[in-house]
């Protein structure tokens, strides 16, 4: 399951890099790839029911989704949007508007939702202390990523 996704994926990324950019996942496609990211990650973390709290496994493996929707989430509460309306404000429109070409945007979401599975691969490893301290500076970084992100005006004009 994970690997079809994958490869689906992989072959979906030339049309998102083209200089064209003709044809986008959309909503469906989103929701969907989420779906099975979700079932992976929880599926995941039943093959290392040894590992102490081996919930924390599929928080790790979806860190870039979670977040991203908790920053869209937080900022739509915050400027009094709807939350469940679609708009710019996404972690991927706050790099392009931070300066990034949207190729870099993509490369570098994808250089993130690779250090969160580093970061799980870390998490299945390690223990006592260094599975602790590893837990809390991931909290911290996306904290600050959050907080960082909040700061950005993506509401300067309307959608």
Not at 51 to 71: K, Q, Y
Request: aromatic fraction near 6%; include cysteine; charged fraction near 15%.
């Amino acid at each position: 399951m994970a690997f079809a996704g994958a490869a689906a994926c992989i072959g979906f990324l030339p049309w998102n890099l083209s200089a064209r950019r003709k044809l986008f996942l959309g909503d469906t496609g989103s929701l969907f790839l989420g779906l099975l990211i979700g079932a992976v990650a929880l599926i995941v973390a039943g093959d290392y029911e040894s590992v102490a709290r081996p919930e924390m496994i599929p928080l790790f493996l979806c860190g870039v989704p979670i977040v991203d929707a908790t920053t869209v989430a937080l900022h739509r509460v915050l400027a009094r949007r709807p939350i469940v309306v679609g708009g710019r404000d996404h972690l991927s429109h706050r790099l392009v508007l931070a300066g990034l070409t949207p190729k870099v945007a993509v490369l570098a979401l994808a250089a993130c939702s690779g250090a969160t599975a580093a970061l799980t691969h870390a998490y299945v490893s390690l223990q006592g202390p260094a599975r602790t301290t590893l837990v809390a500076a991931s909290w911290i970084a996306a904290s600050a990523v959050i907080a960082v992100s909040l700061r950005s005006r993506v509401y300067a004009q309307r959608d």
